[in-house]
């Protein structure tokens, strides 16, 4: 069992910035796969960015060019620096740890951007 914790999240305004993090609870960190999604009330979980055990990043297009995913694999964390934010970044993000055995989830984190 893997535990992911999340922190970072708040209120910022319009084009402000929030770095996220996630802590894995596990000494196998470096073979997942690591990513953000995002999710409002209603709406399904949607991908943000993910990043592979080699480092290999894949966004989604809302986001490319604002967010950057990276991980310190001697720490156990993933990190998503998100810049330039905007009103539509506001969602609930989760951290996923994704393996071909199995998937992990965080408990997620808040983040509103004020316009």
């Known amino acids: 069992q893997v535990q992911l914790v999340e922190s970072g999240g708040g209120l910022v305004q319009a084009g402000g910035s929030l770095r996220l993090s996630c802590a894995a609870s596990?000494?196998?960190?470096?073979?997942?796969?690591m990513g953000w999604y995002r999710q409002n009330p209603g709406k399904e979980r949607e991908l943000v960015a993910v990043?592979?055990?080699?480092?290999?990043?894949n966004y989604a297009d809302s986001v490319k060019d604002r967010f950057t995913i990276s991980r310190d694999n001697t720490k156990n964390t993933v990190y998503l620096q998100m810049n330039s934010l905007k009103p539509e970044d506001t969602a609930v993000y989760y951290c996923?740890?994704?393996?071909?055995?199995?998937?992990?989830w965080g408990q997620g984190t808040q983040v509103t951007v004020s316009s």
């Open positions: 996923n740890a994704y393996s071909r055995v199995r998937q992990y």
């Open positions: 596990t000494d196998f960190f470096i073979i997942y796969t």
């Open positions: 990043i592979t055990s080699g480092g290999s990043a």
